[in-house]
C-alpha cells in the first residue's frame, strides 16, 4: 500500500481497523495535516485523494499549502491558499463551504465568532436557526461576548424559538433511537462518545449507531473513544 504526502491544510482518509465485540474490520475515518505522511494508505483511498488534488507521493514535487473545504462526513476539494485567502482570491468558492461551522462549534468558539467578526444581532440570532439546544449556546456565548449581560434583542429573538427539549437517555433508548440521536443531533465526536456514559454494553450499541449513520464508515474518534469502553 502507498504511502502519501498531504498538501492541502486538511483531509479525510479512510482505514480498516478491528474493534472489540464487532465481527468483522470497521472503515474508520481519519485525519491528516498539511505536510503529515500517511503510511501504508490502501490504494483506493490514495487513488481518491489523489484525484483530489489532496495528497501527493512523499517527496514527488514541491508542496503548495491549501485548504480542504469539508463538511462532517465528507472530504470535498482543496482550495489553493489559506482559508481567508481563498475567500478572497477564489471568489468561485461557496461562501457555505467556507462558513462557520455553528453546530460543531465548541463554546469558546462560539463566543470567538460573536465578538472577532463583531456579528449584528441578526446575524447572532441567525445562528441558532430553530434549533432551542443552539439558542441556549448562543445566549451564553452572546453574555459572555459582551462582558456580563447579553444584547436584549438577541436574548428576545432567541426566547421565541423555544426551550430547549427534554435531556436524551441513551440507556432507555433503542437502537433506532440511537441511530436518530446521533444523526439528526449531529452530534460530534466527543458528544457520541460521552453517550456510553462508561457503559460497555452501551458503547458497543452507539458504536453501531454510527456505523448506521455514516454508512459503515464511523469516524475514528468515535471507535478510539467505544472502544476503550467495550474493551
Known amino acids: 500500500m502507498p504511502a502519501a504526502e498531504v498538501k492541502c491544510a486538511g483531509v479525510s482518509y479512510f482505514v480498516e481497523q478491528e474493534v472489540p465485540g464487532v465481527d468483522k474490520p470497521l472503515r474508520v475515518r481519519r485525519e491528516a495535516r498539511f505536510g503529515d505522511v500517511i ?24 508542496l503548495r499549502s491549501g485548504v480542504a473545504v469539508r463538511t462532517p462526513f465528507t472530504t470535498g476539494v482543496a482550495v489553493p491558499g489559506n482559508l481567508d485567502a481563498a475567500v478572497e482570491a477564489v471568489p468561485s468558492v461557496p461562501v457555505a463551504a467556507v462558513s462557520f461551522n455553528v453546530a460543531a462549534a465548541n463554546d469558546e468558539a462560539l463566543i470567538e465568532h460573536i465578538k472577532a467578526n463583531k456579528l449584528s444581532i441578526k446575524d447572532t440570532v441567525v445562528l441558532a436557526g430553530d434549533d432551542p439546544v443552539l439558542a441556549e449556546r448562543i445566549l451564553a456565548a452572546d453574555t459572555v461576548a459582551q462582558g456580563d449581560q447579553p444584547r436584549s434583542g438577541v436574548s428576545k429573538a432567541l426566547a421565541k424559538i423555544g426551550p430547549a427539549p427534554v435531556a436524551f437517555k441513551a440507556s432507555e433508548a433503542s437502537d433506532e433511537e440511537l441511530a436518530a440521536h446521533v444523526r439528526d443531533g ?16 452501551l458503547a458497543i450499541r452507539i458504536l453501531a449507531a454510527e456505523q448506521e449513520v455514516t454508512d459503515g464508515e464511523p469516524r475514528q474518534g468515535v471507535v478510539d473513544g467505544l472502544e476503550k469502553l467495550s474493551a
Open 39 to 62: 503510511d501504508n494508505l490502501p490504494k483506493a483511498e490514495f487513488d481518491r485523494l489523489v484525484d483530489l488534488e489532496a495528497v501527493q507521493k512523499p517527496g514527488s514535487a514541491p
Open 186 to 201: 449531529r452530534l460530534d465526536v466527543d458528544a457520541t462518545v460521552a453517550l456510553a456514559a462508561d457503559d460497555p454494553d
